[in-house]
DNA sequence: CATAGTATAATTGTATACAATTATGCGAAG
DNA sequence: CTTCGCATAATTGTATACAATTATACTATG
């Protein structure tokens, strides 16, 4: 379920898909093939599969004979995503007190351990990273690809925000004693507990949000 | 949000799709970059442009400097499918209740009413068109792309599933019947109304599969 | 001076060529 | 007879070449 593809065309689309999401290519900036393969120091077909991918994946908007474009990620974008993703992890992480795996287990228990040494040190870089990570492997442990496949995409899209929220040191032990909670539930294999805490995390998290203030969240 | 693409690339990527999903393309099967162009009269590049949407898509897995093989979809694949509906479409159509525009409900109102007119007939093939249609319409309606991106996607996953569903004349009727209530909802701008509706249809449309049974849905 | 027309350049779309990797088949050794 | 090794073929990965389309800039004309 978790792809590593390791060929050139692959990598370049990461690049061009981290440079979007951070930021480095602005909204509505025209990613031109040679440009970006000259940059890369690639050909401009890796360059185009790329492209093609993120067209498919919302990122980019493809007018066809005149070029590619960036497609800016708006207030709204955020919003839409955060409520869809309040219905889903509800669902997922109710799969995941079904279907999770000791190892998976251990897995989610060693990343709150860590986030929490982080979270102390105010390390955001790593807590993002860890974040991910735990989030990644809920949605694995849902033990559906679909799931997997459509909550990844999402949290993946809003990691900008994310790093924001988390530079909060508050805001990040309190994400993670709702992380601990959850893996709590689902150690009890407590299949409705951990629904409602998964759903409860990501309202906690747009109320958060709400506070932070939407105008510093997204430019 | 309704992207018309009339590249060659664009086709080959929709025909190798509906190839794969209609079962033409049995699960498994690889997928050589040659043999395809050569069937569709074109060559290897946009083929394996193809390739790498599908491959996000999940449709395909690509196994770096071996292959694309065909991912089969499961009885599991659609039962989760259908769940994730479930909790998606009510939202949706919640969305649409109060953001949908006059045009949009004409549209649905003339889909509705066509669809009613096929079900007596018994014409499957427009009946799946019109479902089509309808979804696609309600989906745009909810104002939000990621929420159209997502459940156009799923729509489009489980078409053949919906096809034998349809070819029951009860049940195409009764799932027209609900989508008119559905409209009824958004005319009046109910939202939780819209919501319940489009959730209960979808826990209608997997009740009827489940009284079909699965094995008949998907071999 | 503004503008339409046109030649030129730039960019995308597709096909092909070459490189790298993997699959296949055959013969020799055990 | 099986299996290992190696040569050959097939396939993917990347780069380049050519075609088609679109953008640009310059000139001629009113």
Redesign the interface.
Known sequence: MG?D???L??RVFHIIRENILAGKYTANEELKEKTIGEELGVSR?PV??AL??LE???LV??I??KGAYVVGITK??IR??Y??RE??EG?CAKWAALYITKEQLDELEEIVFLADFHAKKGNVEQLVELDNKFHETLYRASG????Y??LSD?HHYVQRVRKITLTSEKRAADSNKEHMMIVEALKEHDADMAEKLASQHILSTVENMDRIGWDVLVS
């Open positions: 792809e593809n390791h060929s065309g692959s077909t185009r599969e093609r991918q498919l994946e919302g908007s493809i066809p004979n709204k974008d839409d995503i409520e869809i219905r889903l669902l559906s690809k679909e799931m496949h459509v999402f």
